[in-house]
C-alpha cells in the first residue's frame, strides 16, 4: 500500500497548500467556503460524523479523491467507526451505480490507511 501512502499524503499536502494559498491571497470566495464548510459541519440537528457520513457517500458518489481522503478522515475523528465509513461508502456505490464501485476503491485505501484495518 505504499503507492496509496504516498498518494494520500501528496493530497494532504496540496490541500493544505492551496488553503493556506487561498486565504493568503485575500480570497474572499474561499474565506466564504471555509465559513460555510464549518457552518455545514457544526451540530445541528444532525451531529458531525453524520454529517461527514453523507459527505463519504456524496464523494464516492462524485468521485472525488480528495474529497474522500477529507470527510474520511473528519468521520473518524468525529468518531464514526470503520463499519459506519463502509456503510455510507456503500449508500455512494448505491447511488452512482457501477461507476461509484471504481470510486470506492479509492475510499477503502483511504479507510485502510487511516483505521489500519
Not at 38 to 66: Q, W, Y
Request: net charge negative; with cysteine.
Amino acid at each position: 500500500m505504499a503507492e496509496s501512502d504516498h498518494k494520500l499524503r501528496e493530497l494532504s499536502k496540496t490541500r493544505k497548500w492551496a488553503h493556506k494559498k487561498l486565504l493568503d491571497l485575500g480570497s474572499e470566495t474561499y474565506r466564504a467556503f471555509v465559513e460555510m464548510e464549518e457552518a455545514t459541519f457544526s451540530p445541528r440537528a444532525l451531529g458531525k460524523k453524520e454529517k461527514e457520513l453523507i459527505a463519504v457517500g456524496i464523494s464516492v458518489r462524485i468521485d472525488c479523491e480528495s474529497c474522500m481522503q477529507w470527510h474520511i478522515e473528519q468521520a473518524a475523528i468525529a468518531g464514526a467507526s470503520y463499519q459506519e465509513v463502509l456503510e455510507a461508502v456503500e449508500v455512494g456505490i448505491e447511488m452512482g451505480g457501477g461507476p461509484a464501485t471504481v470510486s470506492a476503491r479509492f475510499a477503502l485505501q483511504v479507510m485502510e490507511a487511516v483505521y489500519g484495518e
